[in-house]
């Protein structure tokens, strides 16, 4: 049986660890930050298409005031797979809404992604491979989700403990025994040691019909409201719609919403160089390779004097003397110089800016 | 005896060691490196204007190119008291031409301060009462010389060793024993042993008559250069005539030229605060008493999280977490990130520049 798939993208997020370069007005997945000339929203993009489906069946949802941007990155991808929302409401309202439009438009039947837009995966083979496993529990009638074999005890994320193993693919199919909250350190060192747990990077993977049935019997409020949104898709009431309905729905992640109530959930261990490049330094973990032999990644004219291990961003000429382990981001209107040991710190940074009522840098 | 005073700045340098922010087209003594809104020019002009010269006695020798930012800068001083150089030609030529001018416009009676512009004194009182003790032993026909006790044995300046006593003013006046060139690392610690040496700042005072003579006697090829130029002043041929002549004459310094050679000569210890800011490390001493409780001195609207022991010059936003003991120095076209304890190693970098043919840089 030939499946056909679709793919989701949300991509409303707007964090701000990758400040300077990432804004309120253009957060990561809106820039080049990992590979010059291409940004991570279209990097997504370039992992799935053509190989797993043709542009026709991408679909973002993203915050209204980014989705002409969304699609001046997408070429080829239809003006009406861009949906824009007037406030963002959490994942499960972009994720429930996009199931009751997949259905409308491709039916039930349709095997749906979800892939958040602002994740590197550095080995795209690989990830392929473990989609189209997944497509197929999927269409076994699983929620499917990719797991991220964990390489440190990382308090970040949330874990998923695989149980019985359910298919022999490669790579191999397990059902989900549980997910759990972001673990204390200690937690997640015993999670490690089991080597049975995985970090949760948001990837989802199910036919339409089985979304649409956790919705429905999971967080049946919103099924009027996404009735409503659905049917004013393509008309000329869709903004008005869109802003009257949006801000009623309730705000839940979509792990809370449905996923952690599923019973038939399976994981896929995906060893995919993935990374979401939360902070400056794990973006420099990602472009390790791309580093001379000083281990300096500079996107910059740079002329340095006995610099090491140092990541530098800048449109303009920088030059630095004497120094190790530096984070350097230059922006127009605003420069971060952090220890790399410190770049999370950038959040107290931002705090700051808000605190000073600075809203033009934020 | 009233003695009539003038000062002469010869302003005509163009170090690199303060790039990024001092370039060939504004070198350090036309900005307002030490002093927010005040160049190192003018707060050289503020510390003997009005108290010992009135505008009109203050000459400026410079390069051509910058006699309008001269005239801009200093405020009340007469247009043509500002000289262009066409070239440079070391400083014998600059100041035995603005001896021969001074004499013209002067007479031989006036006591001739030469005060170069890219120093920092942060005792202007001090200064002065060095300045009038000067003008004193001037007036007794000697050549005399600012020394500074030195506070280091450094090897980048030239040495004063003095002889006797000759006056008992505040500050006393000594006969110069011997102009000692740059020392090695012993010598000139065995110089600082003696509590007998200063530092030659360049800092020279005697009346028109006696920097004449020196001239005449050890410099006699200037001559008919010096009486072909200073008649032009004030002439329409003046640009001609200094381009014609100006590439002719001998290139050597005041020092090698006449100060060496001469017999009479005096040192008077100067305990002034003064600072040749010959790197950005030695800005960031001079301005110890600005630095906050950190140890940082920020030009800019600076957020540090954890940053101590730090100077930083921006007209944007600068962030630092985790950073000390770094320069950071941001112009619109190039950024400098220097360990203080390598700020002199910006010499490299416009090295790495002028090799690269990156002239708009230097």
């Known amino acids: 049986m030939e499946k056909q798939l679709a793919v989701v993208i949300p991509a409303g997020g707007g964090g701000t660890r990758l400040w300077p370069r990432s804004r309120q007005h253009t957060p990561k ?6 590979t010059p000339g291409r940004t991570m929203l279209q990097e997504t993009a370039d992992r799935v298409v053509p190989d797993l489906v043709e542009p026709e069946n991408l679909f973002v949802i993203t915050n209204a005031r980014h989705a002409d941007l969304v699609r001046k990155q997408l070429d080829g991808v239809p003006a009406e797979n861009v949906i824009g929302e007037p406030v963002g409401r959490d994942s499960a309202a972009a994720i429930g ?3 009751a439009l997949l259905e409308k438009k491709l039916g039930e039947k349709t095997i749906m992604v979800v892939l958040p837009a602002d994740h590197v995966i550095l080995d795209p083979f690989a990830f392929r491979a473990a989609i189209t496993a997944a497509a197929e529990a999927a269409s076994n009638g699983y929620l499917v989700t990719l797991g991220i074999p964990p390489t440190s005890p990382d308090t ?3 874990y998923i403990q695989r149980g019985e193993q ?3 693919n490669d790579p191999p199919t397990y059902d989900v025994r ?8 200690a937690v997640a060192k015993q999670y490690l040691a089991t080597g049975t747990y995985f970090w949760n990077a948001g990837m989802f993977i199910a036919t339409v019909k089985v979304f ?7 967080l049946p409020e919103m099924e009027e409201q996404f009735a409503e949104l659905v049917a004013s898709v393509g008309t000329p009431t869709q903004k008005d719609t869109f802003e009257a309905v949006f801000p009623q729905i309730k705000k839940i992640s979509v792990d809370y919403g449905i996923v952690e109530k599923a019973t038939k959930v399976a994981v896929i261990p995906a060893q995919i160089g993935w990374n979401d490049v939360g902070s400056w330094t794990r973006l420099a973990e990602v472009l390790a390779d791309k580093a001379d032999e000083h281990g300096v990644v500079a996107n910059a004219h740079h002329i340095g004097v006995d610099t090491t291990d140092s990541l530098i961003y800048s449109e303009k000429l920088v030059t630095t003397i004497g120094v190790s382990g530096l984070i350097v981001i230059d922006t127009p209107d605003g420069l971060l110089i952090a220890s790399k040991s410190r770049s999370e710190d950038v959040k107290q940074i931002v705090e700051t800016l808000k605190a000073e009522g600075k809203e033009k840098f934020l």
Chains 1, 2 share one sequence.
């Open 166 to 168: 359910i298919s022999t």
């Open 212 to 218: 649409r049935s956790l919705f429905n019997e999971h």
């Open 156 to 158: 970040g994320f949330g």
């Open 178 to 185: 549980e997910f759990k909250e972001k673990p204390s350190k």
């Open 97 to 99: 809404l996009m199931a």
């Open 29 to 34: 997945q809106f820039l080049d930050i990992v």
